[in-house]
């Protein structure tokens, strides 16, 4: 399996982020690109850079205002103080229901509010390099699987799936699976299916296709009850107007059983077929191992294998974009077991 790679992941590299009142070390890190990238070299995956420029594709999925200004944002920071450069800029005043969200105000924290679901996306000065190689992968990735490959991963950080059309939030900038998955229609697949097994909901995938009945989203997660992100993922979503019908949750309770996962996995995959999805892109969130720091799943090492396996069975081209997963130790092991249980299957 090809995997695309571009070290201008490293550039996003926040110092902190908040939790409960305090500031702690910052759980999506660049370490955990490079332990992923140097289990594929060890069990001798082929690896490849990014290719294409994803800007026109960015332009389809996310706001033109927001991609200004995440763009921008870096420069207006430390136009405001110099003494910013050492500092990280958080969002402390959001649009909430009666307040208006259409009038973008000039003010740098309000529209950093204004373009944020929480305060969980730290932003750097590398951010947006960062963010851009992830989503020029995701491109690079749709235009090798138009050209014949069956299978490619992204090997790429910050995550996307939290990311809306215009919000970030949740460690996620842009929405690698939805530039993936309108790359692959804009390219000529028919129907692309979007399978989300990330421990958390993408309410982001889902809310940027939940309208579309030409990209399926489908996903695995925590239920939003009690998990992250709270305010999406519960099962009466099930899309709007043409996309009616074409959103699948599957939430599970927290700590629930390895057993009972892959029982979800199998529905979702069901659905998958009953779609006669062309293409399939798989958010692949991690976190769902027993080992994570931040998520309460049960899965291990082998069950990732049978992942591969299971996703292989649906016969479909496949995609996988790198979401979350923060046992950076167990990280690699876990990610590579997911791609070579599925070339398994396909050998
Ligand atoms: C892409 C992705 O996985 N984003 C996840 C963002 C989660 N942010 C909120 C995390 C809150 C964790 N609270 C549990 C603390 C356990 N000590
Ligand atoms: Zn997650």
Redesign the pocket.
Known sequence: MIALYSEAHAAHAPAFENFRGERVPCFETPQRAQIIRAQLQARGHAMGAPHVDSRSVLAQVHTARYLRFLEGAWAQWLAIDAANAGRQPFPSVWPVRTLRSDVEPANFTARLGLYSMDNGAPLVEGTWQAAKAGADAAASAAALLLAGERSVFCCSRPPGHHAGADFMGGFCFLNNAAVAAQALRQGGAQRVAVLDV???HGNGTQSIFYDRADVLFASLHGDPRTEYPFYLGHTDETGEGAGHGFNLNLPLPAGCPVHDWFAALDVALSRIVAFRADALVVSL?L?TFAGDPISTFQLEAADFLRLGQRLAAARLPVIFVL??GYAAAELGVNAVNVLDGFEQVCA
């Open positions: 990330d421990y958390h969130g976190d979401e979350g």
